[in-house]
């Protein structure tokens, strides 16, 4: 069964903006923190960006922060990953990813707190 899935992937020039969304089956949602990581050929998982619906709080990584926004629709079981002023450099597969609990703060960007995964979602931005 299908329990994350990310659309909304695409490519596009530089300065433009995309919104990714991930349709998250309803046990999962809102049961912990959710997140967005990314991950370009050759380099590693990082954490983009993620939401805990328990105190509302939001984390960015810092090489995104003030250019993307990390929600969520309770009504549509959605996180989604507004990307605005894409760079290049965020070209990368984009993954949702839900844990079962709350994520400790310091390690929101730690892939291996997140038992949930979707398949992923391609960004590519050219210059």
């Known amino acids: 069964q299908v329990q994350l899935q990310e659309s909304g992937g695409g490519s596009v020039q530089a300065g433009g903006s995309l919104r990714l969304s991930c349709v998250v089956s309803r046990y999962i949602y809102g049961s912990g923190s959710m997140a967005w990581f990314r991950q370009a050929p050759g380099k590693e998982r990082e954490g983009v960006a993620a939401?805990?619906?328990?105190?509302?709080?939001?984390f960015y990584a810092d090489s995104v922060k003030g250019r993307f926004t990390i929600s969520r629709d309770s009504v549509k079981n959605t996180l989604y990953l507004q990307m605005n002023s894409l760079e290049p450099e965020d070209t990368a597969m984009y993954y949702c990813?839900?844990?079962?609990?709350?994520?400790?703060?310091?390690?929101?960007?730690?892939?291996?707190?997140?038992?949930?995964w979707g398949q992923g979602t391609q960004v590519t931005v050219s210059s």
């Open positions: 939401l805990y619906a328990g105190g509302g709080s939001t």
């Open positions: 990813a839900a844990a079962t609990g709350t994520v400790p703060i310091n390690w929101w960007s730690q892939y291996n707190r997140y038992r949930y």
